[in-house]
């Protein structure tokens, strides 16, 4: 972001220069170039090494714009040539690279193509007067603009998440909140034990019809059902169910529709009460 910013300010500033004074600028803004490249570098992108070989390039090439002899814009405007050939390949290349996992690689690849354009042009024997010198070293600072805006939204948006924060899906952050309170409040209540239970710990069968203990499967089912019957009585359920009672006068089943209507009622308490009134 920072590098973007001062590449805009950079193409302003130079555009009000007067075509003189690009001999004593170009060089200064070369060598800026190569610290973005180092940034890029500093990145831990995967192609960190490709912008540790440019900013080598772009410094040398720095180097020796600001230390040439010659006053002119001629060898400024070949070595700006130079640099926007070298980047505007380089972005061209990488976009192309990443167009599997990078749904911006389009807009890097105009940008790579639009430099290596401008390079070509300030290098060609087109570019012989001064100001045109100048409007190619303010092109060459938009576009590295936008090359690193672009970058650096780019890298904010792939940047995962801190290794202390682990993002949940929607889904599975309202499950995970639902079982922490139900877990909360379960924690918080008294668990009620019947009086009759005991607290033993579970046996492990170890033998067909033997238990961990020593304790028969024939022993286990007498002594659960004794549990059981002691439950039961502490809870006030006592004494014998009273089996349903059949009457044995029931009549046959009728064989036709018309025989229903003249059936018996059943009472609730097993009595039969016969159409005439009768019991």
């Known amino acids: 972001m920072f590098a973007g910013t001062a590449w805009l300010a950079i193409s302003w500033a130079v555009l ?3 075509p003189t ?3 004593a600028v170009a060089g200064p803004v070369i060598l800026f170039g190569a610290v973005c490249e180092l940034i890029r570098t500093l990145a831990g992108t995967r192609t960190w090494w490709l912008n540790a070989c440019l900013t080598g390039l772009f410094a040398a090439t ?3 714009m600001m230390t040439a002899p010659d006053s002119t814009f001629t060898t400024p405007a070949s070595l700006i040539g130079w640099y926007l050939m070298v980047r505007g390949a380089v972005d061209v290349a ?5 167009r599997g996992s990078d749904r911006v690689w389009s807009l890097i690849v105009t940008v790579g193509v639009l430099e290596t354009a401008l390079g070509f042009f300030s290098a060609s024997p087109f570019s012989r007067t001064a100001e045109l010198a100048v409007v190619t070293l303010g092109g060459l600072g938009v576009l590295r603009a936008v090359a690193d805006l672009v970058t650096a939204f780019r890298l904010r948006e792939v940047a995962g998440p801190r290794k202390d924060v682990l993002e949940l899906p929607p889904e599975r952050a309202a499950g995970v909140a639902g079982y922490s309170a139900g877990l909360t409040d ?15 710990s579970a046996s492990t069968v170890t033998a067909p019809g033997e238990t961990g203990t020593g304790e028969t499967f024939h ?3 007498v002594r ?3 549990e059981l019957d002691t439950m039961l009585a502490q809870a006030g359920v006592t004494g014998q169910r009273k ?4 009457p044995k006068d029931l009549p046959a089943a009728p064989d036709t529709p018309e025989g229903v209507e003249g059936l018996p009622a059943v009472r609730a308490s097993g009595e039969v009460e016969r159409p005439g009134g009768g019991r």
């Open 224 to 226: 659960t059902t004794a």
């Open 62 to 64: 720095a180097a020796v």
């Open 186 to 200: 379960f924690e918080g209540r008294s668990r009620a034990r019947h009086r009759a239970r005991t607290q033993t």
């Open 219 to 221: 022993d286990r089912v």
């Open 16 to 18: 009000r220069l007067e």
């Open 243 to 246: 089996a349903d009672t059949v």
């Open 21 to 23: 004074d690009i001999a």
């Open 94 to 98: 990488v976009g192309i690279m990443t």
